[in-house]
């Protein structure tokens, strides 16, 4: 004779671990055969739901040996197991068990997902079972919106979705009336008739007369068993399965289902986005501002020419923090600068602010002493008239050179500005040029808010001070500005006798702006980092969520064959 359908051998089950151990199963013999109607029965805790999960390859034995069909399983894989699982049983459960997000007929389509059966094929033949049990029509509804005698027959079409050889029961009419546990009955008699193997757990005694069949558990034992009756039975025409769905098939099954699980968690699912979405936008918009801002310096620094030095007074940080090493750079300095050789101008410059006055109209700006050679070292052209000349430098003449914004401030019409007189610091000053508009710096000064005027001049009657604020020396030749840098510090060491001064060019001011601006992109980077940090923890958060709380959902998924990487699967797609 062939190979009974399941074999159990000594098969023992243990819960927990040494010192809180508990004896499920306990060296249980069984064997059960094709077309029989079995009733499992014994007190709650007896170990009957064990014993149904070891059959239903849900779980495997501590000990013994389990064979179906001759084929050990212990053997198996859990893939392989899936499969097996797949062709050879259906489950219904005391609970139901259905997806409470999704209709009736796709709860019954899930095993056929996992079976790789097509789209079309899976909603007809699921409606053709619905339709057999009594649900036609009520396809659509979820599982709330039936009762639990529908919600019991929706399992039991799930069941049957893959043709399984064997019904597993685990208290199936548990939950219900009277009345549906009737018909419920009927329907697994009538499975039973037309082939398949049932077994049925139950503690209620009537409906374990039903079974042609009765096996007793106490305590993880087994303590009665009718044995086997043969009954003439129905040859079970079972339909070929494809062993293992296609991966494209399990991919888009799986996008499916999680959008399911997003749509049906919307709110959730919007926030975690908006979470995400402030993060990544954040991340960008700061590293797009300091990239911008980095590069407006840069454009900037490239305007200003790579042929300028910079002197300035002071010495290390801590004296010009002080304050007190300000007043060390003379104009004398500056003439002596402009003697070196490569050097095209040595141009001093002492800032401050005044108010300029013209008829009624006043305006406080920025002032500049400068001499005769301010434009060479600064890339800026005049607009209208001249500027002023060395003569003028020499002689202290009252002449002043004015920006747009200044002269727009004192004059309705600019381009008459030439000639005209303001008063600055109480004396008049003869407007000789009016400068081209520049706009505003990237720093945020407006270039254009300036008045020019001979360095001597400022000296005597507005600044009330004869040190410069600083030096700018254009070189003819760009290739030795080092040199040339080299020999302003040596002079100017010997002039002074100590490095009460600082000399930059354009490359080292670059680098140090760059580094503030570096820093400032890292402090930006990390603040961004931070808020998507904090969006990702809310998706782990809610992932860590739904799988905890869907710990019945993939219960019910493996049950009806789902394997490992399907349900793996699903949730990746569902946090992508
Ligand atoms: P029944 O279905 O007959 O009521 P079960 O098979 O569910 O009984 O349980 C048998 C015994 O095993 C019980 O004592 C129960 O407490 C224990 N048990 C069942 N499942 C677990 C588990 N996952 N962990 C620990 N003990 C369990
Ligand atoms: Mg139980």
Redesign the pocket.
Known sequence: MSDPLLHLQDISRV??KSDAE?R?LDGVDLTIREGEFVAIV??????????MNLLGCLDRPTAGTYRIHGQDVSDMDADALAALRRRTFGFVFQRYNLLANVSASENVEIPAIYAGIRQSERKARARDLLGRLGLGGREKSRPGQLSGGQQQRVAVARALMNDAEVILA?EPTGALDTGTSEELLELLEELHRSGRTVIL?THDQHVAERADRTIE?RD?KIVSDSGFVDRPQAALDQKEVKSSPSFFLQLTESIKTAFRSLRANLFRTALTLLGVVIGVAAVVAMLAVGQGSQRDVMARFEDMGANLLFVSPGGDRGARMRGDAIATLTLEDAEALGELDNVLAAVPSRSGSATLRRGSNDHRGSVEGVSEDWLLANTRNLAYGSFFTAEDVDRRVGVVVLGTTTAGELFDNVSDAVGEYVFLAGAPFEIAGILEEEGASSFGRDQDDLALIPITTGMMRVFGSSYLSSVTIAVEDTDVISDTETQANDLLLQRHGTQDFRIRNTASLLESVQETQNSFSMLLGAVASISLLVGGIGVMNIMLVSVSERTREIGVRMATGARRSDILVQFIVEAV
């Open positions: 819960y927990g508990v499920a014994g007190q709650s805790g007896s170990g009957k739901s064990t014993l685990d757990i558990l993880g």
